[in-house]
């Protein structure tokens, strides 16, 4: 029988949370002969790796790369390639599944001939207490159960939460959108360009992924030089939006993309880099990125846009300020 879907799981350094993570992707309502889940040991200095082989040798339908270390991107790539089913998740090693979903997602991509399908997800942290960081971007989230072709998709529904887990994806279409290595954020950078590739997009409100933030994963790492490459990368999407916003005929989730990214430039400058604050700044103006666009903003938000758009100087120091009381 072919395989429907192939679930791509990166692994490192998550040994407190590899089993929950690998029981919850058994606990499903597919057949084992219908799907496989494909296990990248991204060379996890723990335990990770004999806990993958463990459940290979107990699980048929369980595969096993073991590969030298090259982050987030890289694993997913090798995923890809390895990948047999018809249709691709990703699952990352520290979040875990609810039960009994994916028969539900699998079936809807089928009936639909869908290329993309979005399923929602909930936050939580290491308590497993749901929690909402992102308030701010859920009021431009669309989960409506309507079909439309990717760039639709992107600009009025997506809202700007481009996580690589809450999406289903057919295989070959993934095949020629991999991940950009060596970077973070690969998740914002690879979103745009798999639905600019796709023409049968739409999402379900099927509860299906448990995103946990916890101490010491890279969002929230505070060492100084993964701040000094989080800032970097942060240069490196605009540039990347920029160059995609060319091949779209509706560029507004792309401006808005932008806006939000400077945003956080500026406030990592604020929070980490306010000593070299004139030098980021000239990058930016360099950039062409003002003014900035209020598309998807909050109203907090659209208060800081509309001073950047008048002195980017002057909102990194009324921010400064603010962060000393």
Known sequence: MDLKLSIIVPVYNVEAYLRRCINSLLNQDLPDNEYEIILVDDESPDNCPAICDSYANGHPHIRVIHRKNGGLGAARNSGIKEATGKYIQ??????FLEPNVLGTLVKKMDENRLDVLRFNYRNIN???????????IKPFTDYRDEICDGLTFLTFRLGFACYAVQFMIRKDLADTCHFKEGIYFEDTEWAPRLLLASERVTSTDL????????TGSITNSIDKAKKEKLLADRFSILDSMKEQMQLANNTAWFEG?????VLSILGDIVNDFYSSKQHYINRLKSSSVFPLSDFHATTSARRKI?????SPSLLCTLLYIKSRF
């Open 126 to 136: 290491e308590q497993l207490e749901v929690f909402s960081p992102n308030k701010s």
């Open 306 to 310: 509309r001073i950047a758009n008048i």
């Open 207 to 214: 509860l299906v992924y448990n995103y946990q933030t916890r």
């Open 257 to 261: 993309i932008i806006a939000q990214t």
């Open 90 to 95: 990703f699952v990352d090693s520290d979040d």
